[in-house]
C-alpha cells in the first residue's frame, strides 16, 4: 500500500486538490498478483486503510467490524465488482471526501498535479447535500473561465448526460478529451438554466502571475511608489518554488507592499500552503491539525521569510483548502489583511492511498484549524473588507480597475503604505469589517481597465 499525506478537497476536471507528503511502500510482485487474482483482497485492503485512518472513530455511527464481515462473505468475480463493494462500504460514512478511485481514476489524479492537462480547465466537486456537479471555480486564460463559467455554478448534464448522482471520477473522464473537441455543459445558475460549447485544449497549469502595479488613493488617483501584485492560482508542486521567484523579482523592483490574489483557488499541495505562508511570514503557527485520537500536529514559520513588506490578500467563495490555510495563517499572524467574499470552507486533511492493484483511494484523517483555534470546515474565513462583484462583472476585468474587489485591496494597502511611510501607524480594520459591503470610489470603475 503506498499512502500519501494530504489535504484534499475534491476531484476535479483538470487539477487534482491534493496536498502531499509522502512515505512510500513498494508491493512485491507476488503480493501484486495475489490481488490480481483475489478481488475480496483489495475490498479488504480498503476497509484496513478506513479502520486504521479514519477520522471518525464511530465511523459514522456505524459497526465498521460488521461492515467488514458483510463484504468479505461475498464472493467477487472481476476487479469491477470489488470496485463497487468499495464504493458501497464507503458510502456509509457519508464523507465525500473518502472516495475510490479505479486504477484510470486515480493514474488521472496523479497526471493532473504534473501541470498540464487536456481539458476545458475547471474545477469540480459534488454538492454533498443535494449529489449535484458543483463548479468550484475555473482555471484562469482556460476555455472555461473565458465562457464565462462562474463558481457555485451547478453543472447538470455533460453532453446531455444527466450528472446528479455521478461519481467525481466520471464526470472528469466525461470532461477531459482530445484538444480540439467539444463538450457541452448544461448550466444552471441560480434559476437560470443554459448550455456553454467548450472546445478542449492544452492546458499548462502555471500557479503564479506576477507584476508590479500603481498605488491607488481612496478616490483612485495614482499614488507615488508601486505594489507586487501576484495571482496564485493553485497549490502545485511548482508553487512555492514559483512564489519564491516572484516574490524576489518583485522586491529587486523595491514594491512598496504586496496584493495576493487567492481568488478561486481552490486549493492543493498541503506543504506548498505552508511554504509560501513562511514567505510572508517570520514567525508564528501556520496551521494545526486534529486527528482522530485527539493528537495535534503543528506547522509553525521558521524565520524564513522573504519580506515584511504590507500585505492584502484577495479572497472570494472559490478559495478553498489550501488558500484557507494560507489566509488563515497570515490573517490570524496579523501579517496580512483580507479583502473580497468569504471563502469556501474546507477545514479537512485526506490522506491518498495507492492499493495493490493500481487503484487508490482518499481517506479523511484530520480536521485543521487556523492558528487562531477557528475551526472553518462549511463555515469559510469572513474577509476583512467584504466587497461584492457587481451582477455583470466579466472574467477579463478580474484584476483591474473594473474590479471593485481588487481596487478596494490596492486602497486598503495603499492607505498602509502611505501611513507607514509618514510614520503613523496604520488603523486596523473595523471590528465588523467582515459584515460590510466596502463602498469603491466612482472614479476608479471605469471602462479601459489595465489587463494583467
Do not use: C
Not at 292 to 302: C, D, I
Amino acid at each position: 500500500m503506498n499512502k500519501r499525506i494530504l489535504l484534499s478537497f475534491g476531484a476535479t476536471a483538470s487539477l487534482a486538490l491534493t496536498l502531499w507528503t509522502t512515505g512510500v511502500i513498494t508491493h512485491p510482485a507476488a503480493v501484486l498478483a495475489a490481488f490480481e487474482d483475489n478481488p475480496k483482497a483489495i475490498v479488504d485492503e480498503a476497509w484496513q486503510i478506513v479502520n486504521a485512518e479514519y477520522v471518525d472513530g464511530t465511523f459514522n455511527n456505524s459497526n465498521w467490524e460488521k461492515v467488514r464481515e458483510e463484504y468479505l462473505s461475498k464472493e467477487y468475480k472481476s476487479k469491477e465488482e470489488a470496485y463497487t463493494a468499495v464504493r458501497q462500504m464507503l458510502s456509509k460514512l457519508k464523507d465525500p471526501y473518502t472516495r475510490f478511485m479505479d486504477p484510470k481514476a486515480y493514474a488521472s489524479m496523479q497526471v493532473d498535479t504534473s501541470g498540464e492537462l487536456t481539458g476545458v480547465g475547471i474545477q469540480i466537486d459534488i454538492d454533498p447535500k443535494t449529489k449535484e456537479l458543483l463548479v468550484i471555480a475555473p482555471i484562469e486564460d482556460t476555455p472555461a473561465a473565458k465562457a464565462g463559467i462562474q463558481p457555485k455554478d451547478i453543472v447538470q448534464a455533460i453532453d446531455g448526460v444527466a450528472t446528479k448522482g455521478m461519481s467525481r471520477e466520471l464526470a472528469v473522464s466525461k470532461i477531459r478529451g482530445k484538444a480540439g473537441s467539444s463538450v457541452k455543459f448544461t448550466i444552471r445558475r441560480g434559476s437560470k438554466v443554459f448550455d456553454v460549447d467548450l472546445m478542449r485544449s492544452r492546458i499548462e497549469l502555471k500557479a503564479v502571475k506576477s507584476d508590479t502595479r500603481p498605488l491607488l488613493s481612496a478616490v483612485g488617483t495614482q499614488q507615488p511608489g508601486q505594489l507586487g501584485y501576484i495571482r496564485l492560482t493553485q497549490f502545485t508542486g511548482t508553487a512555492a518554488k514559483e512564489m519564491r521567484q516572484a516574490v524576489q523579482d518583485l522586491n529587486k523592483k523595491n514594491v512598496d507592499g504586496f496584493v495576493l490574489d487567492l481568488r478561486s483557488n481552490p486549493g492543493g499541495l498541503l506543504y506548498a500552503s505552508a511554504e509560501i505562508a513562511e514567505l510572508f511570514m517570520g514567525e508564528g503557527t501556520i496551521v494545526t491539525t486534529q486527528n482522530r485520537e485527539g493528537e495535534v500536529e503543528r506547522l509553525s514559520a521558521n524565520h524564513h521569510s522573504l519580506t515584511d513588506k504590507p500585505l492584502v490578500i484577495l479572497v472570494n467563495e472559490g478559495s478553498a483548502s489550501a488558500s484557507e490555510i494560507l489566509s488563515g495563517a497570515l490573517k490570524d499572524n496579523k501579517r496580512a489583511v483580507l479583502v473580497g467574499a468569504k471563502t469556501f470552507g474546507k477545514g479537512l486533511v485526506q490522506s491518498v492511498h495507492s492499493l495493490a492493484d493500481g487503484s487508490g483511494m482518499a481517506v479523511t484523517i484530520a480536521h485543521y484549524k487556523t492558528p487562531s483555534g477557528a475551526d472553518i470546515h462549511k463555515k469559510g474565513i469572513q474577509p476583512d473588507f467584504k466587497v461584492a462583484l457587481p451582477k455583470k462583472f466579466k472574467p477579463i476585468e478580474v484584476a483591474t480597475t473594473a474590479d471593485p474587489q481588487y481596487v478596494q485591496a490596492v486602497q486598503a494597502l495603499t492607505k498602509v503604505i502611505t501611513e507607514a511611510k509618514a510614520g503613523t501607524p496604520a488603523e486596523a480594520p473595523a471590528a465588523d469589517a467582515s459584515k460590510q459591503v466596502i463602498p469603491v470610489s466612482q472614479g476608479t470603475q471605469g471602462k479601459g481597465a489595465n489587463t494583467p
